[in-house]
């Protein structure tokens, strides 16, 4: 069976029966002098949010809501990396303990079967040139058994691609056992460059077509891989324009997996 077996991340674990947003107990938390490490747990969250300032469904007993508390010592600049290091440490744990194929769609939406599984929203509290906390929060959907038909074409859980439930507790355990390990390596640098190949390996992405909405218009080209700072190199098309070119998730939108 799976257990967590890590040094820091989900130590202490908090398991809460209802909250607003597990992200927004975390950010309460924090403040309030919560250490590094500390997991939140909810088994229902009442204004769960998604990114973009969308809202995030997050229906009882059905789904796994949980955000991680860090308090690193690196600068403002590396933190959003770490959604990419959460991307990759669900991807991870999805596989182990369901055996589905779970993908990356960068930069962080978690996919099986072309549907997305899970959502990744990172939070900072920072000054200029230090991080007071940062909240990692997942959203994977677990046991639902159905979904509202507007987002059914595009959003699925881990039971309905397995056909069986799946212990959320075994999902939990792995996928901060993998977080751990992924976060050391992205400590090395303090960015991404120990973990690039490991992203790619997940990255879904990659050598597809995508298309690019970005302050200066829309564009299109092929998704290549990840640069050491997490940004999509994107090998633009029928522009003359030869090269790779890098965007950065704070500033454009990619379409097409
Ligand atoms: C997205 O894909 O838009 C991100 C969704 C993030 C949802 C999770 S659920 C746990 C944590 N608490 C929240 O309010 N949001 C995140």
């Given at each position: 069976a799976s257990r967590l077996h890590t040094g820091w991340a989900g130590h202490p674990t908090v398991f809460l029966e209802r909250t607003d947003s597990t992200n927004n107990e975390a950010k309460r938390m924090a403040e309030a002098g919560a250490s590094h490490g500390t997991l939140v747990v909810a088994e229902n969250q009442e204004a769960g949010k998604g990114r973009r300032g969308r809202s995030w469904s997050s229906p009882?007993?059905?789904g796994i809501w949980m955000t991680l508390i860090m308090k690193p010592e690196f600068p403002p600049s590396q933190a959003s990396m770490l959604t990419l290091v959460a991307a990759m440490a669900v991807a991870e744990g999805v596989r182990s303990v369901t055996g589905l194929e779970a993908g990356i769609k960068w930069p962080n939406d978690i996919v099986v079967n072309g549907k997305k599984i899970c959502g990744i929203l990172t939070e900072m509290s920072a000054e200029p040139d230090y991080i007071n906390h940062v909240v990692v929060g997942i959203g994977i959907n677990a046991n639902m058994e159905e979904f509202p038909p507007d987002i059914r074409e595009k959003a699925t859980s881990l039971s309905l691609e397995l056909g069986e439930k799946v212990s959320r507790a075994a999902v939990i355990a792995e996928v901060w056992n993998a977080f751990e390990l992924y976060y050391d390596k992205f400590l090395e640098n303090a960015d991404l460059s120990s973990l690039r190949e490991k992203y790619e390996a997940h990255l879904l992405n990659r050598g597809k077509e995508v298309c690019v909405l970005d302050p200066k218009g829309e564009w299109r080209g092929v998704a290549r891989g990840i640069d050491r700072n997490g940004r999509l190199l994107i090998e633009q098309t029928?522009?003359?324009?030869?090269?790779?070119?890098?965007?950065?998730?704070?500033?454009?939108?990619?379409?097409?997996?």
């Open positions: 009882e007993k059905s029928g522009s003359g324009d030869e090269g790779l070119r890098a965007v950065d998730s704070g500033e454009v939108s990619v379409r097409g997996v």
